[in-house]
């Protein structure tokens, strides 16, 4: 604690030195492509449909595969909610919450093994990824990355994409947009985007909560793509981590606000009623990336990590259409074959769909 102390204390000193009373640009971007709101020629408004209201709980976080629905709850004993889709039922819940054996303490999205004959869990908190059979029941492999990764490291997202190798990104980075890591942990590259310069200036713990950014591996895994938190850019990469393109908008300038003072004096960024959140939810499939868009500042009366509105990109960044929700949700899936969204309605907690 007092390492981090004196830390934070040389950051304020820093900080204030160089930038007095000014406000620092925090980034400069290079060659991306600017587009508006307005730039989107096919708007389609979409009508929301109740996939089941018999279960009880606080979903977050929901992920759609072949005929399963896995919803992730924050309120319960146990972590993860079943829905058959095909046959619309509640198949009740699973992964028990706990630091036993068989326990998980939080998980972010599930996702699915490369065969998607099995599926994924990331124990955020204990920084443990578990594979499960499709129904939740039997653990099959454990990887535990605290062990072998170091303290300048904190994943999240883990994601496959190849048999021994994931994508994940790091609480702990900004420059680094995201990490290509082997199954055994023995081989860690970092992916840099050459079109972002952060100002040096600020420390570093303010950066990586500012351009944190969520992330995504299309389905035939040959590329991924990032939408940032906070940044409104769509950063689009091959799999080997070379840039392939770079979006930014809807907005044509970036001036986050925030708490410098308390942020530094509490070693986190403390949001102002000005922050404003750029992307809150991002998947895809093998023709389009699909982009959950808040443009909200933290004063909205709505909250502000919901939104009604997905931007939908090709891969090579060209825009394709704008989707208009008539509710607000902060997680959402699709399901390519039938032209479904599934998403997580606020702030009435319930699961629902859209058809495309």
């Not at 908190?125 to 904190?154: A, G, H, P």
């Not at 994940?168 to 310069?197: A, G, M």
Request: charged share 20%; glycine share 4%; aromatic share 12%.
């Amino acid at each position: 604690m007092m390492k981090k102390y004196l830390l934070n204390l040389y950051w304020l000193l820093i900080f204030f030195l160089l930038t007095g009373c000014q406000s620092t640009e925090l980034i400069r971007i290079s060659d991306a492509y600017f587009f508006s709101d307005k730039s989107f020629n096919k708007i389609q408004y979409l009508s929301s449909i109740i996939v089941n209201d018999t279960f009880i709980g606080s979903p977050v976080r929901l992920t759609q595969l072949d005929t399963l629905l896995y919803v992730v709850d924050s309120s319960l004993d146990s972590l993860v909610h079943i829905f058959d889709i095909k046959n619309n039922a509640y198949k009740g819940l699973s992964i028990r919450k706990g630091n036993g054996p068989n326990e998980l303490l939080s998980i972010g999205h599930i996702i699915p093994s490369i065969d998607h004959n099995t599926v994924w869990a990331n124990d955020i908190m204990t920084q443990r990824w578990v594979q499960y059979d499709k129904q939740l029941n039997t653990i099959i492999n454990r990887i535990q990355f605290s062990k072998v990764i170091s303290d300048d490291m904190y994943v999240n997202e883990p994601q496959w994409i190849s048999d021994d190798t994931f994508v994940c990104l790091s609480f702990n980075s900004h420059k680094e947009r995201f990490y290509l890591i082997n199954n055994d942990l023995t081989n860690i590259k970092p992916v840099f985007n050459p079109q972002f310069t952060f100002d040096e200036n600020v420390p570093p713990f303010i950066l990586n909560d500012i351009f944190s950014s969520l992330l995504h591996v299309r389905p035939d895994k040959k590329k991924v793509v990032l939408a940032d938190r906070y940044l409104d850019c769509i950063e689009i990469y091959n799999v080997d981590g070379s840039l392939t393109k770079l979006l930014k908008g809807p907005e044509n300038i970036f001036n986050f606000k925030y708490d410098k003072s308390r942020s530094l004096g509490n070693g986190v960024v403390v949001k102002s009623p000005e922050s404003r959140r750029a992307y809150i939810g991002l998947r895809s499939d093998n023709d389009r990336i699909y982009a959950l868009y808040s443009g909200k500042m933290r004063m909205d009366k709505s909250n502000y990590s919901t939104s009604n509105i997905i931007y939908t990109f090709d891969w090579d960044g060209n825009l394709l259409k704008k989707y208009i929700l008539d509710c607000q949700i902060n997680s959402f899936d699709v399901d390519a074959t039938t032209q479904t969204i599934y998403a997580i309605q606020e702030p009435e907690k319930s699961i629902i769909c859209f058809q495309f």
